[in-house]
């Protein structure tokens, strides 16, 4: 009894699973410009290039470049009155900008931060406070980035442009 309500299960779940479509509904493709800001920087680029081919939206020959930065802040977090641990807190913030190069305009601006903390050991001497940072700044990064190419996928990417964006661009065409 308990083997055919594990198959049935095991049924359900398979065909469940095939009816799932996880292509992006935004069909653009995305190249990656420059990202500053040395290890940090790396480790941004390479996050955005692995998640942007995975999802089959990159390509560096596209009219859009995704231009972005990440930074990271340190700072004392306080848990209560007492003060019987001390924690570290790190804020990682995310700037993107998407340029269309055809139109020479900004079609898309993403911003976007996140906490973390972790209890640090009172003497500079100990490794894992450095190593601890090393590790926040990497996840963050990472998680900033899943968050950002989840919107993308959904966003349509295209210039606005006023009235007097309009007239200058005809007034170039004449």
Same mark, same amino acid.
């Given at each position: ?49 692995? $998640? ?19 930074? $990271? ?59 601890? %940072? ?17 919107? %993308? ?22």
């Amino acid at each position: 009894m308990f083997k055919i309500k594990l198959l049935i299960s095991l049924l359900i779940s398979l065909v469940l699973l095939s009816c799932t479509n996880i292509s992006p509904k935004n069909n653009a493709k995305f190249s990656l410009g420059y990202v500053g800001g040395g290890y940090d920087g790396l480790l941004l680029y390479n996050s955005l290039d692995a $998640h942007l081919l995975s999802y089959d939206m990159l390509n560096n020959n596209s009219r859009y470049e995704i231009r972005s930065s990440v930074g $990271h802040a340190t700072g004392v977090y306080i848990t209560n009155i007492d003060n019987t641990s001390n924690r570290e807190s790190i804020t990682s913030v995310l700037n993107l900008i998407i340029y269309d190069k055809k139109l020479k305009c900004n079609a898309y601006s993403y911003n976007d931060k996140i906490y973390q903390f972790y209890i640090f050991a009172s003497n500079e001497k100990f490794i894992s406070n450095k190593i601890a %940072l090393k590790k926040i700044k990497s996840e963050n990064t990472e998680e900033l980035v899943k968050k950002f190419i989840n919107t %993308l996928m959904y966003k349509n990417v295209k210039c606005k442009f006023s009235k007097i964006n309009l007239k200058s661009l005809r007034n170039k065409i004449r």
